[in-house]
């Protein structure tokens, strides 16, 4: 679509894992319109396929669509780089049946968002719901959707032409099409002609392509020579009774649903409920709408270890899979055997599954997953129990996956149980006894441990029999063990609380984004949608495959000999200096090298820069380039051992304790840790570089458009006049984008200076993860000293940043007076350290450094609660610093209340006692939070003789309404509305020498800008008015332009712009854990912020629930896995990084701005709202910690023993923390 310039879909991820790229098709004429990954599907796919994308459904000229809107007008888009992707999945779903709220809430797992924290989206969606307060489902009916294809229409319906291609052609026998890499690509409507054609092409590589998303899972870097589209094989389709349910291996997953759904009505077939139920839980629905029951099943076949819930339902049930070879000789197999079965040149035709109509069947299957929503099992497993009326075993059959590549059966407990009780406890433990004992669980990383898969298998186990076991039998508090947390989960809802004074307005106005509503329809254009110009290539990195070690030698001659490839440049090609970090000034402290030039420092460090003609033949080209590497050693990775080393560490600043007491009822030593954290914005690094008259124009995704062209000058030696470099806005950015696209944009300002052509950089989301650097780990050390109610009498306290390989960006500088976050820091003796390892170097990420310092003081005021025994909200309002910090009192004492805090207190500790196999926490977490720094941005404004103003200043747009809070000020200080005001992308030309965006202190800052140069025009205007007193704006511009007053104003900030004030805030969650799986559900938070008199309460509103979000998921199930030998990232991907999802945010969701809150006068009386509530996240594992102290309780475990867990309480550390002995599966 890109090549067509169609650019308003989006990609990121190119696996199916972000939704970025979804668009709605018609795969034949009378079939539902389905929503589709786009990057899943080849061009040569689309024969016959109607397809709608973004710029179809609603634009600037026909009108938007409603979905369009609504998302605009509940604020769902924030940087907008993920919205075409939301609206065209709602759209598709929407197309092909009405929706209750609840489904619609549960069918958005195809999609992420890194900036909103998702309630803005699915409120803005489920208001088509049919069973939505004040459904807009009308608004879709209306749209007049043609019978034919299910597309919105206009004309009638004889002129309706059903794509390019004829229907006949569609169903024609063999198409053929020679690919122009000599490829050779099918399409077969028959079985025999898939074989005709593997006959013609006896000896080449082939492959059968039904949906083409198995490339999600394992990624094709080259595909085979010959390519069949097996997807419009009538044979491979539909389904029959022969006894057997035959199904077939063609259909899609959401085909295969749809029969299900259909046979279920079958007494026979009835057990197909719970396998719907399942296939909720398997991919997304876009992947399920292409993705098909043989291509799932191949990949099992190819890739044993392959966690397919497919193969795992279908050996649950004993079902058989038919397969055809080449001379037409049909066999059927049962599911192990075709595991090994040797699948070259044979077609998979159907499955097979038996009827069960016995009333004493029960069925059980589960799928664990890291999150709610759209992830592969950790574990998953089926249960098969047929009874006799006393229910004993007759016939069982347990089917398990995720544990290894070979175990798939456990045959031994089977036969232990079969003719036993089974709802017997000892019969229970004498069967998990065996299932231990012949599980064969084997490590796979970056798979979760043995340890935790195994407990796991055991625990579903059990799960399972619980489910099924008669209710009279069961003890009340086991029966906690049946509910599953994340099925279960009813719909979610948000409350948002902040005052608006219209008197005001346009200031303090609640408005969505003003550029919202072109994201929503892609028309909002991000770095890389500018169109492609001839000659334009491609570039990517060459990355080291060494942890440390020197490079000796580098060899390109194959790549080079690659069709497609151009050029490799390495170190020794660069003009200029070697480094993309401008070292001695205010943020940088080191050049950090552009390419590696000898000594690697970690794993997957840019050594080398590959041109091809394409992205695809780049990255291919890349992993062909031969390097030599010499002393290779193992690298240090983890902060809690690089902190006892001296050569490591730098002590940053220190602060003496100035009071220390002598009450001393408990001392307590200790560390914790926490890890990094990924980004993961939608738009990736990226960069497109044109050459121009004078030098180089740079499209370049950054926070700061300076330093880079700073440094491309550097680099190139060519002086900055002669770069120019220009962003509209970001695709999210979340600090990476501060000084990480630096290095990507010159080494694509790089190739077009080297080949004086276009460049486009496109950084893949793997590369992305790979050698960027991410959010600091940290550590921390300290002996405390308490007394009896929890206040601290002194305190030898250390924290330790890690910044990667090197020292650069002084981030620490952001810990050092956030440490003891709003608590009295008099008896602290602390010491701040850098700490180097050998990774990538570590970067701004949301809240850098401050979130580290609050989030470890945070966990250390539990620890003190939990080892006093006392009330954590006691133990922190007993060491609150009251002197300096007692405007935090008035929000915890809301907070309380709002949150009905001591009424839920007594419901929780109930739960717990009623639940054995659920547990509830109920905790706070307290936030002071100090912005730091300031801003040099200039600012522009001018106004044109019509009276409207245009405002440029040196901001990045990412998503915060940078924009729409400018134009919010502008139109303020003038009194104008604000449609009269446009802010403009910002370039280098405009906006010379200007600072980066971040320290959420751009809005401020450009707001101050603003003022400054609205009061100077203002100034300009006053004569004009004093003759004029009664003339409107517009009559007093006209007058000023004839008497050749210059109608535009140029202000910058500064230091003398910085106003100091603190951001207070405070939360209450409430969390369930399930003990058995580690699964957790957040119920309900409560968070109070004070954000000043905000310019736009629901814009702030956004940035505070989306930090807080992207709190939860480093707190949760964001883990970044390294192999220790080498530090190679191994989680690099959607398939095993997980951020949160729609699903994975607070079911009940309450956000209230503190009331009558101002800053100063100067800025307004807001306060910045971009980073703080990132902080608060950590009341997640609080809680949590909360509920797992329980479970342990259960296991004998004292509450007063603190237990490690660093990093996001993850389902496996959750479940591991719990220390569940299978002694206490029980009944009874
Ligand atoms: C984001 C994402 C999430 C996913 N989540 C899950 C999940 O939670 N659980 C799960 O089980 N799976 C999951 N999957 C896997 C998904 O179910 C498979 O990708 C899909 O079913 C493959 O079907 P396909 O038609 O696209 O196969 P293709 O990619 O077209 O083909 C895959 C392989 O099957 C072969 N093949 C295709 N048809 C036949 C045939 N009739 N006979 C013989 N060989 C054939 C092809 O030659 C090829 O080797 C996920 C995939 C993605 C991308
Ligand atoms: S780019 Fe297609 S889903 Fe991410
Ligand atoms: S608005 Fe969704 S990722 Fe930015």
Redo the contacts with the bound molecule.
């Keep these: 679509m890109r090549w067509i310039e169609l650019r308003g879909t989006k990609y990121m991820c190119l696996?199916?894992?972000c939704g970025a790229c979804i668009v709605s098709v018609v795969k034949s004429p009378g079939a539902p319109p389905e929503g589709v990954?786009a990057c899943?599907v080849t061009v040569t796919s689309c024969h016959g396929w109607e397809i709608t994308t973004i710029e179809k459904i609603g634009n600037r000229s026909d009108g938007y669509h409603p979905l369009q809107r609504s998302l605009f007008e509940n604020n769902g888009s924030q940087c907008g780089y993920c919205s075409p992707g939301w609206v065209m999945a709602m759209y598709s779903l929407l197309k092909k049946k009405k929706m209750t709220m609840l489904e619609i809430e549960t069918s958005l797992g195809s999609n992420v968002c890194r900036c909103t924290g998702y309630r803005p989206i699915l409120e803005a969606f489920k208001k088509f719901a049919t069973d939505a307060p004040d459904p807009r489902i009308l608004d879709i009916e209306d749209l007049s959707i043609c019978k034919k294809g299910g597309e919105r229409c206009s004309s009638d319906c004889d002129d309706y032409d059903w794509c390019i291609v004829s229907r006949d052609d569609v169903q024609s026998g063999v198409m053929h099409i020679k690919l122009s890499d000599d490829r050779d690509w099918y399409r077969v409507n028959d079985i025999k002609d898939i074989f005709n054609v593997l006959a013609l092409h006896k000896n080449k590589s082939?492959?059968?392509?039904?949906?083409?998303?198995?490339?999600?899972?394992y990624p094709i870097l080259e595909y085979p020579r010959v390519l069949?589209d097996?997807?419009s094989?009538a044979a491979?389709k539909g389904k029959y009774i022969q006894q057997n349910l035959v199904i077939g291996?063609?259909n899609?997953?959401t085909e295969l649903t749809e029969i299900f759904e259909s046979m279920r009505k079958r007494d026979d077939f009835e057990y197909l409920k719970v396998f719907v139920d399942h296939l909720k839980?398997?991919?997304?629905i876009p992947?399920?709408n292409?993705?098909?029951?043989?291509?799932?099943?191949?990949?099992?076949?190819?890739h044993n270890e392959?966690?397919?819930?497919?193969?795992?339902l279908l050996n649950t049930v004993g079902a058989e899979i038919s397969?055809v070879n080449e001379n037409g000789f049909t066999k059927k197999v049962n599911m192990e055997t075709f595991l090994k079965e040797d699948?070259d040149r044979?077609?998979?035709?159907n499955i097979l599954l038996p009827p069960l109509n016995e009333d004493f069947v029960k069925i059980v299957t589960f799928?664990i997953?890291p999150r709610s929503q759209?992830?592969?099992?950790i574990v998953h497993a089926g249960f098969f129990y047929k009874l006799s009326q006393y229910n004993r075993v007759l016939q069982c059959r347990i089917a398990y996956g995720g544990l290894s590549g070979v175990f798939f059966r456990a045959r031994k407990t089977e036969k232990y149980l079969t003719g036993r009780k089974l709802f017997d406890n000892d019969t229970l433990q004498g069967a998990v006894r065996q299932l231990d004992q012949e599980m064969v669980v084997v490590e796979n990383p970056p798979d979760m441990s043995v340890a935790y898969r195994r407990k796991l298998a055991l625990g579903l186990f059990y799960k399972g029999l619980l489910s099924i076991c008669p209710q009279d039998i069961l003890d009340q508090r086991y029966k906690s063990g049946v509910v599953r947390l994340r099925e279960s989960r009813t719909l979610s809802s948000g409350e948002q609380s902040f005052d608006t004074n219209p008197s005001i307005w346009p200031l303090n106005q609640p408005s969505p984004k003003f550029d919202g509503l072109v994201q929503c329809a892609g028309e909002a254009h991000y770095s890389e949608d500018v169109p492609s110009l001839p000659r334009e290539v491609f570039a990517t990195f060459v990355l080291a495959t060494v942890g440390l070690g020197t490079i000796e030698n580098i060899d390109a001659s194959v790549a080079l000999n690659e069709p497609g490839v151009i050029a490799f440049y390495s170190a020794k090609d660069i003009p200029g200096e070697n480094t993309f970090t401008p070292a001695g000034t205010t943020f940088y402290t080191a050049n950090e090298e552009l390419l590696c030039e000898k000594e690697v420092k970690f794993y997957n460090q840019p050594l080398g820069i590959i041109v091809a003609q394409t992205q695809k033949i780049a990255e291919r080209a890349a992993t062909l380039v031969e390097v030599t590497y010499s002393k290779i050693r193992k690298p240090v990775l983890d902060i809690k051992v690089t902190k006892h080393d001296p050569k490591r560490i730098k002590l940053f600043s220190s602060s003496k304790a100035t009071r220390t007491g002598d009450d001393v009822a408990k001392v307590i030593k200790g560390e914790m840790s926490a890890y990094t954290q990924y980004h993961f914005c939608m738009e990736t690094l990226v960069c497109v570089s044109h050459p121009t008259e004078e030098g180089i124009k740079l499209y370049s995704a950054t926070q700061w458009i300076d330093v880079v062209q700073r440094m491309v000058s550097r680099v190139l030696k060519i002086q900055q006049n002669k770069v120019d470099v220009f962003l509209r806005r970001l695709g999210g950015a979340y600090g990476m984008k501060i000084s990480r696209g630096t290095q990507l944009s010159i080494a694509c300002a790089f190739v077009t200076h080297k080949l004086n052509t276009p460049c486009r950089f496109i950084q893949s989301l793997s590369n992305n993860m790979r050698y960027v650097g991410k959010r600091f780990p940290s550590s921390i050390t300290f002996e405390t000293a308490v007394n009896k109610d929890g206040v601290i009498q002194s305190n030898d306290y250390e924290l330790f940043e890690d910044n990667g390989y090197v020292v650069d960006e002084p981030l620490a500088m952001l810990a050092s007076d956030a440490f003891n976050n709003c608590y009295d820091k008099a008896p602290w003796d602390f010491r701040l350290y850098d700490a180097t390892t050998d990774t990538p170097s570590n970067t701004w990420c949301r809240s850098p450094g401050s979130f580290e310092a609050v989030s470890m003081s945070e966990l250390f005021m539990e620890r003190i609660s939990y080892e006093m025994n006392l009330d954590p909200l006691k133990v922190r309002l007993a060491n609150i610093d009251r002197e300096n910090h007692s405007e935090i009192l008035e929000l915890i004492n809301t907070l309380k209340e709002k949150s009905n805090y001591e009424a839920r207190r007594l419901e929780v500790e109930k739960f717990n006692v009623d639940n054995r196999w659920k547990k509830r926490g109920l905790r706070h977490s307290l936030l002071r939070w100090t912005p730091v720094g300031s801003l040099y941005l200039p600012v522009n404004i001018a106004v044109y003789v019509d009276g409207s103003v245009v405002v440029t200043h040196g901001g990045v747009e990412m998503g915060q309404g940078l924009n729409t809070k400018a134009a919010q000020i502008c139109a303020y200080y003038f009194g104008i509305s604000v449609e009269k005001v446009q802010v403009k992308p910002n370039d280098t030309t405009i906006s010379p020498n200007s600072f980066t965006s971040g320290g959420s202190l751009t809005c401020q800052f450009v707001g101050v800008g603003i003022m400054k140069g609205c009061n100077k025009f203002l100034e300009k205007l006053e004569p004009i008015k004093k003759k004029n007193p009664n003339a409107t704006w517009e009559e007093l511009i006209k007058a000023a332009a004839v008497a050749e007053v210059d109608l535009q104003t140029h202000s910058m900030t500064g230091m003398a712009d910085i106003r100091n004030y603190n951001i207070y805030g405070a939360t209450c969650a409430e969390v369930e854990v399930d003990v058995l799986t580690g699964e957790w559900n957040i119920i309900r938070v409560d968070l109070i912020e004070d954000v000043g008199r905000s310019v736009n309460p629901v814009v702030d509103v956004g940035q505070v629930e989306g930090a807080f979000i992207m709190g939860c998921g480093y707190w949760t199930s964001e883990e970044l896995i390294c192999d220790p030998k080498t530090g190679e990232v191994l989680t690099d991907r959607?398939?095993t990084y997980w951020v949160p999802q729609a699903r994975d945010i607070p079911q009940d969701f309450r956000i209230y701005f503190r009331k009558k809150s101002f800053s100063t006068e100067y800025i307004l009386g807001a306060k910045g709202t971009g980073e703080p509530a990132t902080c608060m996240g950590v009341v997640i594992p609080i809680t949590m910690r909360e509920a797992i102290v329980d479970a342990r309780k259960e296991s004998g475990l004292a509450s007063d023993v603190w237990f490690p867990i660093d990093g996001p309480y993850t389902v496996e550390k959750i479940c591991l923390a719990c220390e569940t002995d299978v002694i206490d599966f029980k009944f009874y």
Aim: net charge positive; glycine share 10%; no cysteine.
């Design positions: 696996e199916a894992g990954n899943m082939y492959m059968l392509v039904a949906g083409n998303t198995a490339k999600g899972v069949i097996v997807s094989v491979l291996a063609g899609t997953l839980l398997v991919a997304s992947v399920k292409i993705g098909t029951i043989a291509g799932n099943l191949m990949i099992k076949n190819k392959f966690v397919s819930d497919l193969f795992l397969i699948m044979k077609v998979l035709l799928k997953m759209n992830a592969k099992a959607t398939w």
